[in-house]
Each structure stands twice: as structure tokens, then as C-alpha cells.
């Protein structure tokens, strides 16, 4: 599966908008971009995914370059409860193939 | 709530010995993934079976076997422990088989402490 890019960490102030990037450059045109999270001591939770056009689900919204080489995940207003790590994955089979992920830090 | 029961929530266990790690899908998926997260690896892809059947291999070492019961749910047994195999154990369901704009949702894990 092709690799994706993200800062290790990022940090945000309570009730502020929160972009988190991904570079994903090999990207194929049958990968999705997904987006999971894992808050500290429970499994990863689903966040958002997409293969070409922006989404927008109650959770985020994730906004796909024209290239698709890089994609955005944002968070219109951060809480507490987003701190967590957000992973970014490029899918085109059956499994997903995490990688170190972002650690977003929510500054009250 | 994911809808993904694992059990047990913690389980220490010495060196040598055998455990087995029990999930529960969501009501209605067929498929299931195991993955192994530990602190200097991530979360690495083991295992996945679809109503059954074995579908994909990942990172599993030979110690280690799944199975997926006709109920389901599945097992994932790690025999001859070593301290190397501490972690944090997740399961997670899909509906599909998988491809590549099918979501899963994750267990809470088991945490596996070999002493």
C-alpha cells in the first residue's frame, strides 16, 4: 500500500478550527484516503474517507487536493475529546496499513 | 460504542504459555481483522477472515492462529508467549470482504502482558 505523510505532532486550542495534513505523493487512482483516530487506550475509531471529492460528515471534513497527492482532515471546532491520534491511510485492498499518525494535542 | 466486543480487557500471562483472545463483530459483519499495537511498532495487520474463511495474511508470526466460528465471531490464539508479544491486540469488523472504500470499526482491544 502507498505511504502517507503526517507531522508527528500538532497542537490546537479548545473550540478552534484544526487542519491536519497528509501527503500521500504515490497515490493511485483506485486508493481511498481514509481517516481513523485512537483516542489514549481504545482501538481506532473511523473518521471520515473519500477518493476524490471533499466529504463532510458529522465528525470532520476532509478536503482532497485536485492532484490527490495530499489531502487535509479538519476539525471545525476542537474539544477536549478530539485529542487523540489521527491517522491518515490510503486504501485500495482489503486491509489497512497504519502509520505513525498525528498526535493532536487540544489546549483548554 | 463500535459495536465490536473484545474480551477479555487484560490478561497477564507467563512466558511460554498459550492464550486466546475472543471477538465479537458488529451484528451483521462478516469480515474480521486482527491487529497487533505495540510501542515501538504500531499497529501492525495480522489477520483478516470473512465469513470463515481466511482472506489476508499480514505481519503473523507461525505461533499465532485465528480462526472465525460460523457464529462469526472469531479467535485469535498466541501460543508459546514471549515478552516480545506485550501488546495491545485489536479486532475490528467490516461488511464487506473489504476493498478500498470499506470502513472498519475497532474493538477496544485486549491488552496482553507476558511476564
Known amino acids: 500500500d502507498a505511504k502517507t505523510t503526517q507531522p508527528n505532532s500538532m497542537e490546537s486550542n479548545e473550540e478552534e478550527p484544526v487542519h491536519l495534513p497528509c501527503n500521500h505523493s504515490t497515490i493511485s487512482g483506485t486508493d481511498y484516503i481514509h481517516w481513523y483516530r485512537q483516542l489514549p487506550s481504545q482501538g481506532p475509531e473511523y473518521v471520515i474517507h473519500?477518493?476524490?471529492s471533499n466529504v463532510n460528515n458529522r465528525m470532520a471534513s476532509l478536503a482532497i487536493a485536485e492532484d490527490r497527492k495530499s489531502s487535509t482532515l479538519i476539525l471545525h471546532r476542537a474539544t477536549l475529546r478530539d485529542a487523540a491520534v489521527y491517522y491518515c491511510?490510503?486504501?485500495?485492498?482489503?486491509?489497512?496499513?497504519f502509520g505513525t499518525g498525528t498526535s493532536l494535542t487540544v489546549i483548554p | 460504542d463500535s459495536g465490536v466486543t473484545q474480551t477479555p480487557k487484560h490478561l497477564i500471562t507467563a512466558t511460554g504459555q498459550r492464550v486466546t483472545l475472543r471477538c465479537s463483530p458488529r451484528s451483521g459483519d462478516l469480515s474480521v481483522y486482527w491487529y497487533q499495537q505495540s510501542l515501538d511498532q504500531g499497529l501492525q495487520f495480522l489477520i483478516q477472515?470473512?465469513?470463515?474463511?481466511?482472506?489476508a495474511k499480514g505481519n503473523i508470526l507461525e505461533r499465532f492462529s485465528a480462526q472465525q466460528f460460523p457464529d462469526l465471531h472469531s479467535e485469535l490464539n498466541l501460543s508459546s508467549l514471549e515478552l516480545g508479544d506485550s501488546a495491545l491486540y485489536f479486532c475490528?469488523?467490516?461488511?464487506?470482504?473489504?476493498?478500498?472504500?470499506?470502513?472498519?470499526?475497532f474493538g477496544q482491544g485486549t491488552r496482553l502482558t507476558v511476564v
Open positions: 491511510i490510503l486504501k485500495s485492498g482489503n486491509q489497512f496499513y
Open positions: 475490528a469488523s467490516s461488511v464487506a470482504p473489504g476493498g478500498a472504500s470499506t470502513e472498519a470499526f
Open positions: 477472515y470473512y465469513n470463515g474463511e481466511e482472506r
Open positions: 473519500g477518493l476524490t
